[in-house]
Antibody, heavy 125, light 110 residues
Framework: QVQLAQSGAEVKTPGASVKVSCKVS????????IHWVRQAPGKGLEWMGG????????IYAQKFQGRVSMTEDTSTDTAYMELRSLRSEDTALYYC??????????????????WGQGTLVIVSS | QPALTQPASVSGSPGQSITISCTGT?????????VSWYQQHPGKAPKLMIY???NRPSGVSTRFSGSKSGNTASLTISGLQVEDEADYYC??????????FGTGTKVTVL
C-alpha cells in the first residue's frame, strides 16, 4: 500500500522560493509517477505537473512553466516540488499524489491515488 | 488548459439519486476514456472514487457510478447518504499529456 508523507507548513515572503517534499513508503519511487496538485483556500484543485505516461519526462502545466521544478531522489524515495518567485496568489495547500504502473498496458495510469496529506504554503509580506 | 466545467452545487434528500456533470472539450474529456472523479471532505485530501470513466476502486461503494457521452462525463450517486456530503472533482487526461481538474461541485444532503 502506497503512503505519501509530506513536509510541514511553510511561510514565505513574496519573491522567495519554497521546496516541498513527499516521502514515499510501501513502494519505491521508481514504481510510481508523482504529480503535484494545489488548492488555494476555498478554491478547487489545480494540476501543476508530473511525469508523463511512460514516466520518462516531466510535464508542467503551462501556468507554472519556468517557475516550478519537480525532482526525485530515488535513494531516499522522496519527491520534491520547488516553486520560485512566490506571490500571494501561490498561498495554497500543495498535495503530492501518484499514478501507478499498469502491467497490462505497460503505461502508468492516468488517475491519482493515493494523495499525501498536503503542505500549506503561505506567502505573505 | 481551462478547467472542466462542473455545476457549483447539487443537492438531494437521503435515498435519492443525484448526477454531477463534467464538461470539457475534444482535447480532454472527449479524447480518451481517462476521466476520474474525486471526493473531498472538508480538511481532507481528495479520495479517488471513479477512474477510467466508470471503474470503481476497491472499497468504493457501488452507489457511485460514472459514465461519459462525447465531451461530458457524469458521476451518479445513488441512495444518497449523509456521509456523501462533500466536494466532488472530475479530472481528465488531455491530448497534451497534461491533466486538468473540474471546477468542483458541492454536494449537499438535505
Amino acid at each position: 500500500q502506497v503512503q505519501l508523507a509530506q513536509s510541514g507548513a511553510e511561510v514565505k515572503t513574496p519573491g522567495a522560493s519554497v521546496k516541498v517534499s513527499c516521502k514515499v513508503s510501501g513502494y519505491t519511487l521508481t514504481e510510481l509517477s508523482i504529480h503535484w496538485v494545489r488548492q488555494a483556500p476555498g478554491k478547487g484543485l489545480e494540476w501543476m505537473g508530473g511525469s508523463d505516461l511512460e514516466n520518462v519526462e516531466t510535464i508542467y502545466a503551462q501556468k507554472f512553466q519556468g517557475r516550478v521544478s519537480m525532482t526525485e531522489d530515488t535513494s531516499t524515495d522522496t519527491a520534491y516540488m520547488e516553486l520560485r518567485s512566490l506571490r500571494s496568489e501561490d498561498t495554497a495547500l500543495y498535495y503530492c499524489t501518484t499514478r501507478k504502473y499498469d502491467i497490462l498496458t505497460s503505461y502508468y495510469n492516468t488517475h491519482f491515488d493515493p494523495w499525501g496529506q498536503g503542505t500549506l504554503v503561505i506567502v505573505s509580506s | 488548459q481551462p478547467a472542466l466545467t462542473q455545476p457549483a452545487s447539487v443537492s438531494g434528500s437521503p435515498g435519492q439519486s443525484i448526477t454531477i456533470s463534467c464538461t470539457g472539450t475534444s482535447s480532454d474529456v472527449g479524447a480518451y476514456n481517462y476521466v476520474s472523479w474525486y471526493q473531498q471532505h472538508p480538511g481532507k485530501a481528495p479520495k479517488l472514487m471513479i477512474y477510467d470513466v466508470s471503474n470503481r476502486p476497491s472499497g468504493v461503494s457501488t452507489r457511485f457510478s460514472g459514465s461519459k457521452s462525447g465531451n461530458t462525463a457524469s458521476l451518479t450517486i445513488s441512495g444518497l447518504q449523509v456521509e456523501d456530503e462533500a466536494d466532488y472533482y472530475c479530472s481528465s487526461y488531455t491530448t497534451s499529456s497534461s491533466s486538468v481538474f473540474g471546477t468542483g461541485t458541492k454536494v449537499t444532503v438535505l
